[in-house]
Each structure stands twice: as structure tokens, then as C-alpha cells.
């Protein structure tokens, strides 16, 4: 179930492994699911909002969600990318799920659904595969950097 964690640490994975801001590309890969502020607003105004926050949860709706966002930086374009790799990390992972209802992907073409129906909204395996995923590439990431730095010690004695 790609949840809120999953989301989190895909986007990280992807942020460190493509050497971008990880935290511009966690927060995009978040920023689909502020969608679910209409559960909030639902229970504060006592009246159904979703068909409000719908189209955040659709590509278009998440870049204009990232472009207001990065409005917020000194370098626009050095925001936007790694929020829009963080969005794209967002849909592939909810593409796999199998929902009571899929995501439109072509809004505002067409409110036709996708998915695949891999994953069970309820099966936390992904989330555990996320975990791992996150603590190897942390691992691996602590490895060369300590290497790399080892190396460049010693060349720095011969020097």
C-alpha cells in the first residue's frame, strides 16, 4: 500500500540515488495526497468537499500544486524538477494499486481511472520492500562516501 511512509521513502530512495534535493523530491511526492485535506475539511464544515480536492490528486492538479510551490525558491527551476521526479514517483507507485477507484490520470481530458491492480490497498508489503530498499541504499551510500573519502585522504598523504 503505497501510503504516506512509502511515498516518503521512494521519494528519498529516488532523491539520493539521482543526486537531487531529497527533500524537494519527498515533498513532491507528497503533494498528490494533500488531497486528503477533504476528510479534514469534511469533518470541520460537516459536508462532503472531495469533489474540492479531487483534482489535486490528478497530475495537473499536483504540477500546479509544485509550480505554486516553487514560486516559494530563489531558482524556480531548481525546485520544480525534483517536486515534478517526486510526483512522478507518487502516480507510478499508486498506478500498481488496486482501489475502489483508479487515479485520472488525463484530467481534465477524461476522468477515465488507471490502474493496474497489482497491489492490494491493504498489503503492506510494498511499504515493507520501501523500508528495506531505503536502509540498503543508506548503507550503500555510507559506504562510498567513507570510501571515497579514504581514497581522497591517502591522496592527499602522497601529495
Known amino acids: 500500500m503505497p501510503d504516506w511512509l512509502t511515498h516518503s521513502l521512494i521519494g528519498w530512495i529516488?532523491?539520493?540515488t539521482i543526486k537531487l534535493d531529497i527533500s524537494l523530491v519527498v515533498i513532491?511526492?507528497?503533494?498528490p495526497d494533500?488531497?486528503?485535506?477533504y476528510l479534514v475539511s469534511a469533518w470541520?464544515?460537516?459536508?462532503?468537499?472531495e469533489t474540492f480536492f479531487l483534482p489535486i490528486h490528478t497530475p495537473i492538479g499536483a504540477v500546479l500544486i509544485a509550480c505554486v510551490t516553487a514560486l516559494f525558491f530563489q531558482n524556480m527551476k531548481k525546485a520544480l524538477i525534483p517536486l515534478g521526479i517526486g510526483i512522478a514517483t507518487h502516480f507510478i507507485l499508486d498506478f500498481?494499486?488496486?482501489?475502489?477507484f483508479?487515479?485520472?490520470?488525463?484530467?481534465?481530458?477524461?476522468?477515465?481511472?488507471w490502474q493496474l491492480g497489482l497491489i492490494r490497498s491493504d498489503d503492506y508489503t510494498m511499504t515493507i520492500i520501501a523500508i528495506v530498499a531505503a536502509v540498503v541504499v543508506?548503507?550503500?551510500?555510507?559506504?562510498?562516501k567513507k570510501r571515497k573519502f579514504i581514497q581522497n585522504k591517502n591522496l592527499r598523504f602522497f601529495k
Open 138 to 144: 543508506y548503507f550503500l551510500y555510507f559506504i562510498y
Open 96 to 100: 500498481f494499486l488496486l482501489n475502489v
Open 14 to 16: 529516488t532523491g539520493k
Open 28 to 31: 513532491g511526492s507528497l503533494i
Open 102 to 113: 483508479g487515479d485520472p490520470l488525463l484530467f481534465p481530458f477524461s476522468w477515465d481511472e
Open 34 to 37: 494533500i488531497s486528503k485535506l
Open 44 to 49: 470541520l464544515l460537516q459536508r462532503r468537499t
